[in-house]
């Protein structure tokens, strides 16, 4: 990796911190040559601390280490992005990321949906709703509109029309996300079980 120290008079370059999993950021620190290359040997990501003037690995004190997967550079040579699992929270004030962040995992729009779908069952009574209608029969009738819907990608996906086939997979994974929040799980819950199963 051939990163430019020499762009700043203090041979230093920003290290910007992305969860792994969640990606999302979670700390902004400062990297020289030897900071780079104890995080490699060491696989723990370690900065230069300019208050401190030495290196210093992240959670040394803490126990709040941050582990190494991944570094790339950027298209200038002179920036980095660490890619890291954390443990425990990132900032030295006790929060997830330094800019107050809950670490969550966001999924973009699927995550909206599951929060449209929460605030339509919660508002119930005071909105006419499709998901609140389908609630209110309670969860063996939602269970029952998943197997439907299942059936239906099944028969789409055997036939040639790939918007039918497309169609039908929004309305099985919609239903499905309705089906966890009746069972009181987010799509996050299964993700985890994957991830377990991945190790």
Same mark, same amino acid.
């Given at each position: 990796?051939?990163?430019?120290?020499?762009?700043?008079?203090?041979?230093?370059?920003?290290?910007? $911190?992305?969860?792994?999993?969640?990606?999302? @950021?979670?700390?902004?620190? +400062?990297?020289?040559?030897?900071?780079?290359? %104890?995080?490699?040997?060491?696989?723990?990501?370690?900065?230069?601390?300019?208050? %401190?003037?030495?290196?210093?690995?992240?959670?040394?004190?803490? =126990?709040?280490?941050? #582990?190494?997967?991944? $570094?790339?550079?950027?298209?200038?040579?002179?920036?980095?992005?660490? &890619?890291?699992?954390?443990?425990?929270?990132?900032?030295? %004030?006790?929060?997830?990321?330094?800019?107050?962040?809950?670490?969550?995992?966001?999924? =973009?729009?699927?995550?909206?949906?599951?929060? $449209?779908?929460?605030?339509?069952?919660?508002?119930?009574? #005071?909105?006419? #709703?499709? @998901?609140?209608?389908?609630?209110?029969?309670?969860?063996? &009738?939602?269970?029952?509109?998943?197997?439907?819907?299942?059936?239906?990608?099944? $028969?789409?996906?055997?036939?040639?029309?790939?918007?039918? /086939?497309?169609?039908? #997979?929004?309305?099985?994974? /919609?239903? +499905?996300?309705?089906?966890?929040?009746? %069972?009181?799980?987010?799509?996050?819950?299964?993700?985890?079980?994957?991830?377990?199963?991945?190790?």
């Amino acid at each position: 990796m051939n990163v430019d120290f020499n762009k700043s008079p203090d041979g230093l370059v920003p290290a910007i $911190i992305q969860d792994v999993d969640s990606n999302k @950021v979670l700390m902004l620190g +400062y990297m020289n040559t030897a900071a780079l290359n %104890k995080t490699l040997e060491t696989k723990l990501v370690t900065f230069f601390s300019r208050t %401190k003037q030495r290196l210093w690995t992240k959670g040394e004190e803490s =126990g709040n280490v941050l #582990s190494l997967i991944d $570094i790339k550079l950027d298209c200038d040579s002179d920036a980095l992005l660490v &890619k890291a699992t954390p443990k425990g929270p990132t900032c030295h %004030k006790g929060t997830d990321t330094c800019w107050n962040e809950d670490n969550d995992t966001s999924y =973009g729009f699927i995550s909206k949906l599951e929060d $449209i779908i929460a605030s339509r069952i919660e508002n119930a009574n #005071s909105e006419k #709703s499709y @998901v609140a209608s389908l609630f209110a029969k309670g969860i063996n &009738k939602v269970a029952q509109k998943v197997g439907e819907e299942a059936v239906e990608v099944v $028969i789409e996906a055997k036939d040639n029309n790939d918007q039918l /086939f497309l169609e039908e #997979s929004a309305d099985l994974l /919609f239903h +499905y996300l309705m089906l966890l929040q009746a %069972k009181g799980f987010k799509l996050n819950d299964v993700v985890n079980i994957l991830k377990e199963r991945n190790k």
